[in-house]
C-alpha cells in the first residue's frame, strides 16, 4: 500500500518547480488521490497567481470525485485574503473529505486556522507528514516570518591560496578565479533566489551586472549597499535589466550593525531570500553577527600569490562537489 509519505514526498518533488517565482509566498506543492491513484497535482505559480491547491483542484476533470478524495499539501491551507481566497474555503467547498498536511505554517496569519477551519467543517486532518522534509523545503519561507529577514546564501570563489581578489588590477572587471562551469551555476542559482547583494567596493571594482544571463529564469532584485549614495548611476547594476534596491545611510542606521540594519530593510522589501555575493568585508560582516544560513564556496586550482583574503567561517560541510577544476563545499550554519 502507499504511504501518506509517498504522496506528500511527491508534493515537494513538484513544489520546486515554483522556486524563484513564488516569493514572497512559499513554494507549496500539493496532489490529490482517488482510490490511491493520484487524480491531479499542483503547484504554487508565480507570486499573485493561484496557490497549489487551486491549481489542482481546478485540474480535476469531473469535480464530483472530490468528494472522496484525500488532498496532500506540503503546507498548511491558507484562511486567509491575500492576492487571492483562502485554499481552506475552496477545499471546505469541493467536499474534500480528507487532507493531509506536511507542516503547519508559521505565518502569524494562517498558523493553525487553516487547519482549525477544515476541522470545523467536518474534514479529517493530518498533520505532520515528513514534516521535517517540508520545514526544509519552506526554509525561505519560515525564515523571513519567524526570524524577520531573508534566508541568506553566502557565496564566493577562493584561490587555492586563500584569496577571493587581487590586491590590485588594471580594468574594472571581475577576475575570475571559479571556471566557467561554476560561474553557469551561480547564475542558476541567481535565478532561484528573491534577490542578490553585493557592497558599493565591489560595484566600483567589477562593474557586475548580477543578472542570470548564462542561464533562463528571471533576474534577481540586486540589492546594493551604498551608504554614502555615492556610486554613478551608469554602473551597470543600476541598469534596467532588473530591479535594483540602494540603501543607503537612510534606509540603513550606521550606528548599528550593518547585517543587521541590511536585514531589516530587506524585511520591510518582503524579501524573503537573497544572495550575498560581495566584498569580502560584506561577507563578513553576516558572518560575524552570526546571519547566515547558507555559505556555497568555489575553492579554485588558481594560486593569486597574494590579495584579498577569504572570509573566516565556521559551519558545517553538508556537501562537497567537483566541478572540472574547481570544488564546491556547501556550508550550513550550525
Not at 111 to 133: P, R, S, T
Not at 250 to 279: D, F, M, R, Y
Request: aromatic letters at 6%.
Amino acid at each position: 500500500m502507499i504511504t501518506h509519505e509517498h504522496y506528500i514526498a511527491r508534493c515537494i518533488e513538484i513544489a520546486k518547480k515554483g522556486l524563484g517565482s513564488t516569493a514572497p509566498n512559499p513554494m507549496v506543492g500539493c496532489v490529490i488521490v482517488v482510490d490511491d491513484q493520484i487524480i491531479t497535482e499542483g503547484y504554487t505559480g508565480p507570486y499573485g497567481s493561484s496557490h497549489a491547491e487551486v491549481n489542482a483542484i481546478n485540474a480535476v476533470k469531473d469535480p464530483s470525485v472530490l468528494s472522496k478524495a484525500t488532498l496532500y499539501v506540503t503546507l498548511e491551507p491558507c484562511a486567509h485574503y491575500g492576492k487571492t481566497p483562502p485554499c481552506s474555503d475552496l477545499i471546505i467547498a469541493h467536499k474534500i473529505p480528507k487532507v493531509v498536511i506536511g507542516c503547519l505554517d508559521e505565518h502569524e496569519k494562517v498558523c493553525g486556522k487553516g487547519i482549525a477551519k477544515l476541522k470545523a467543517a467536518g474534514c479529517d486532518v493530518l498533520v505532520g507528514v515528513l514534516e521535517q522534509e517540508c520545514k526544509t523545503h519552506h526554509k525561505r519561507f519560515f525564515t523571513f516570518h519567524t526570524k524577520k529577514r531573508p534566508y541568506i546564501i553566502l557565496k564566493w570563489a577562493e584561490s587555492k591560496d586563500g584569496f577571493i581578489a587581487p590586491l590590485s588590477k588594471s580594468e574594472t572587471k571581475p577576475v575570475w578565479i571559479s571556471n566557467t562551469y561554476s560561474r553557469q551555476l551561480v547564475h542558476q542559482w541567481r535565478a532561484e533566489e528573491q534577490a542578490i547583494l553585493v557592497g558599493a567596493n565591489t560595484v566600483v571594482q567589477d562593474n557586475p551586472s548580477l543578472t542570470t544571463r548564462e542561464v533562463e529564469g528571471s533576474n534577481p532584485i540586486r540589492v546594493v549597499i551604498d551608504l554614502k549614495n555615492s556610486l554613478a548611476d551608469s554602473y551597470q547594476v543600476f541598469n534596467s535589466e532588473a530591479k535594483t534596491i540602494r540603501l543607503t545611510s537612510h534606509e540603513i542606521n550606521i550606528q548599528n550593525p550593518l547585517a543587521s540594519e541590511v536585514c531589516k530593510a530587506l524585511h520591510a522589501e518582503h524579501i524573503t531570500s537573497v544572495i550575498i555575493e560581495g566584498g569580502q568585508k560584506t561577507l563578513q560582516a553576516f558572518i560575524d553577527e552570526n546571519l547566515w544560513d547558507e555559505a556555497r564556496v568555489f575553492s579554485s586550482e588558481l594560486n593569486l600569490n597574494d590579495g584579498i583574503s577569504k572570509p573566516q567561517i565556521k559551519g558545517s560541510l553538508v556537501s562537497e562537489t567537483q566541478l572540472t577544476s574547481d570544488c564546491l563545499k556547501i556550508l550550513v550554519n550550525d
